[in-house]
């Protein structure tokens, strides 16, 4: 023989050894059984005509149905009516009609088409299905049912095997619990988890939760919220970088910048991490904690270590408490203390161990402040032993009110009267219209003085007054200075910003 022809029948056959491997492995669609069976190339070519209780296994699927066309050149089955697939004795595909490739193991079911893994069912109008990998894709709506919820797509991929599903554009869940609409999501048909991984929204009968990322167990209850996380409740919002929360418990934290917002009492709450139970209305907020009051009028903004708000004894009222190294900022008043306590029911502001009030050109301290916003009426300032109310009426000189207890009255962001109980002591620079003509010193056990653009306009002593006006030249020291005096603008929050400068 010609060694150049043996040379190539060898290349030839070495050609051939995959094609001939790749035949080898690829078994053939077998027909177990059929009422008639025909061959008519009239009718179909290069197909066997099934009819009547048609049976067709490939190697661990089995299908019945009610016709159907075997074609013998391409490994394929077209079956028609009450088509029937069983995969590994757990996996049944049912349709109106299916093409079956043996070859690609794939299949097209198409019409009344149903998917059944175990608990989970998938019904769509047609489903292309890869048995090798058991995984269904569909395009044109579809619904998976588990015992837990039901869900609604346009577009899906169903894992059999990972027990996932994966569900785009329009989708929505339904459960007793909740009402959920999406872009994207996955959904675990074993453990139950909903993976979100687009623009979210799950509704119950409390609470609207948004966002782009996280995941919801519906066994546990346990909520993770990433990417512009929100929970909307009827009374208040919260808002974070990221959001944990137990729809059982009702346990919640809100992690980076996290934001509550309670529409009735119209305050927020802030901080970088913020722990909650919508069941008993306890908040608590650390980590750059600040509290917002808003009005029509103007906003308060108060910064400290801590804040908690509690559920007041009347119903849909609240307390807020703030810890260590108070500070608040208001346009018409700013202040400091150790601790305070906000009430709702009636706007009450509480101030201990060394608060400090700024209004206008005021200074105000005592043992103890409470501060109370009216709506139609002035404010109250209300001091409590050692009660001290010092203004600046020019370089080193400052105006002085002592005494045991004082009211002071705050009408359009302005201090326009104070009423002095106990041990009433006054310094006030006198002035005519020339200037300052000296340094008007009085005591009293009790004391009324009206102010009139934060200066002293008149006072009342109404119980046995005692005073002198002193010459403004060569007044001694000790003169100068009431008892306790002390001035404390350094540490005046002059802007909202300076309610988080430490205190040196």
Same mark, same amino acid.
């Given at each position: !023989?010609?060694?150049?022809? $043996?040379?190539?029948?060898?290349?030839?056959?070495?050609?051939?050894?995959?094609?001939?491997?790749? *035949?080898?492995?690829?078994?053939?669609?077998?027909?177990?059984?059929?009422?008639?069976?025909?061959?008519?190339?009239?009718?179909? *070519?290069?197909?066997?005509?099934?009819?009547?209780?048609?049976? @067709?296994?490939?190697?661990?699927?089995?299908?019945?149905?009610?016709? *159907?066309?075997?074609?013998?050149? &391409?490994?394929?089955?077209?079956?028609?009516?009450?088509?029937?697939?069983?995969?590994?004795?757990?996996?049944?595909?049912?349709?109106?009609?299916?093409?079956?490739?043996?070859?690609?193991?794939?299949?097209?079911?198409?019409?009344?088409?149903?998917?059944?893994?175990?608990?989970?069912?998938?019904?769509?109008?047609?489903?292309?299905?890869?048995?090798?990998? #058991?995984?269904?894709?569909?395009?044109?709506?579809?619904?998976?049912?588990?015992?837990?919820?039901?869900?609604?797509?346009?577009?899906?991929?169903?894992?059999?095997? +990972?027990?996932?599903?994966?569900?785009?554009?329009?989708? +929505?869940?339904?459960?007793?619990?909740?009402?959920?609409?999406?872009?994207?999501?996955?959904?675990?048909?074993?453990?139950?988890?909903?993976?979100?991984?687009?623009?979210? %929204?799950?509704?119950?009968?409390?609470?609207?939760?948004?966002?782009?990322?996280?995941?919801?167990?519906?066994?546990?209850? /346990?909520?993770?919220?990433?990417?512009?996380?929100?929970?909307?409740?009827?009374?208040?919002?919260?808002?974070?970088?990221?959001?944990?929360?137990?729809?059982?418990?009702?346990?919640?934290?809100?992690?980076?910048?996290?934001?509550?917002?309670?529409?009735?009492?119209?305050?927020?709450?802030?901080? #970088?991490?913020?722990?909650?139970?919508?069941?008993?209305? @306890? *908040?608590?907020?650390?980590?750059?904690?600040?509290?917002?009051?808003?009005?029509?009028?103007?906003?308060?903004?108060?910064?400290?270590?801590?804040?908690?708000?509690?559920?007041?004894?009347?119903?849909?009222?609240?307390?807020?408490?703030?810890?260590?190294?108070?500070?608040?900022?208001?346009?018409?008043?700013?202040?400091?203390?150790?601790?305070?306590?906000?009430?709702? !029911?009636?706007? &009450? @502001?509480?101030?201990?161990?060394?608060?400090?009030?700024?209004?206008?050109?005021?200074?105000?301290?005592?043992?103890?402040?409470?501060?109370?916003?009216?709506?139609?009426?002035?404010?109250?300032?209300?001091?409590?032993? %050692?009660?001290?109310?010092?203004? !600046?009426?020019?370089?080193?000189?400052?105006?002085?009110?002592?005494? $045991?207890?004082?009211?002071?009255?705050?009408?359009?962001?302005?201090?326009?009267?104070?009423?002095?109980?106990?041990?009433?002591?006054?310094?006030?620079?006198?002035?005519?219209?020339?200037?300052?003509?000296?340094?008007?010193?009085?005591?009293?056990?009790?004391?009324?003085?009206?102010?009139?653009?934060?200066?002293?306009?008149?006072?009342?002593?109404?119980?046995?007054?005692?005073?002198?006006?002193?010459?403004?030249?060569?007044?001694?020291? +000790? /003169?100068?200075?009431?008892?306790?005096?002390?001035?404390?603008?350094?540490?005046?929050?002059?802007?909202?910003?300076?309610?988080?400068?430490?205190?040196?």
């Amino acid at each position: !023989m010609n060694p150049k022809i $043996r040379y190539h029948k060898i290349i030839l056959l070495l050609l051939l050894l995959p094609v001939l491997s790749l *035949a080898q492995t690829k078994k053939r669609v077998d027909i177990e059984q059929a009422d008639f069976l025909e061959y008519n190339e009239r009718i179909i *070519a290069n197909a066997q005509r099934l009819i009547g209780n048609v049976i @067709i296994t490939h190697e661990n699927i089995r299908m019945w149905c009610d016709s *159907a066309y075997s074609y013998t050149d &391409t490994n394929m089955v077209d079956a028609f009516g009450h088509v029937h697939i069983l995969k590994d004795d757990t996996l049944h595909l049912y349709s109106d009609f299916l093409n079956y490739n043996g070859d690609a193991k794939w299949a097209v079911a198409i019409g009344n088409v149903r998917l059944v893994n175990k608990t989970t069912t998938l019904t769509t109008d047609s489903l292309e299905f890869d048995m090798a990998r #058991n995984v269904g894709y569909y395009d044109d709506y579809g619904t998976v049912v588990d015992s837990a919820s039901t869900l609604y797509s346009k577009i899906g991929e169903y894992y059999a095997n +990972e027990n996932k599903a994966y569900f785009k554009t329009e989708v +929505e869940v339904l459960s007793e619990d909740y009402t959920l609409t999406s872009d994207t999501l996955i959904y675990n048909t074993k453990t139950r988890v909903i993976s979100i991984v687009g623009p979210t %929204n799950i509704r119950d009968e409390e609470n609207t939760i948004y966002a782009e990322r996280g995941f919801y167990s519906s066994d546990s209850g /346990d909520v993770e919220l990433y990417r512009n996380p929100e929970v909307l409740g009827k009374e208040q919002k919260i808002n974070a970088d990221s959001i944990f929360y137990n729809k059982t418990t009702g346990d919640g934290r809100a992690i980076g910048n996290a934001r509550i917002e309670d529409f009735k009492n119209r305050m927020i709450v802030k901080g #970088n991490r913020v722990v909650y139970n919508d069941q008993s209305e @306890i *908040a608590m907020a650390t980590d750059s904690a600040h509290f917002l009051l808003y009005s029509e009028k103007d906003t308060l903004f108060l910064h400290a270590d801590t804040l908690r708000s509690v559920p007041d004894t009347i119903p849909d009222e609240k307390l807020v408490m703030a810890y260590y190294q108070v500070k608040f900022f208001r346009e018409d008043m700013q202040g400091k203390c150790d601790s305070m306590v906000y009430w709702s !029911m009636d706007s &009450t @502001i509480q101030f201990f161990h060394d608060p400090v009030i700024w209004s206008d050109n005021n200074q105000m301290t005592a043992d103890y402040i409470e501060m109370i916003t009216q709506t139609d009426a002035p404010d109250l300032v209300r001091m409590e032993q %050692n009660a001290f109310i010092v203004a !600046m009426e020019d370089s080193g000189m400052y105006n002085q009110i002592k005494g $045991r207890n004082m009211l002071g009255y705050i009408l359009d962001n302005e201090l326009y009267k104070i009423d002095v109980d106990g041990n009433g002591q006054s310094l006030y620079y006198a002035r005519d219209d020339e200037g300052i003509i000296g340094l008007n010193k009085a005591q009293s056990s009790s004391i009324v003085i009206h102010l009139d653009s934060s200066q002293v306009s008149r006072i009342v002593f109404v119980k046995s007054p005692d005073g002198q006006l002193l010459p403004l030249i060569n007044i001694p020291d +000790e /003169d100068k200075e009431l008892p306790g005096f002390q001035w404390y603008d350094a540490i005046r929050p002059k802007r909202m910003e300076d309610i988080f400068r430490k205190q040196k």
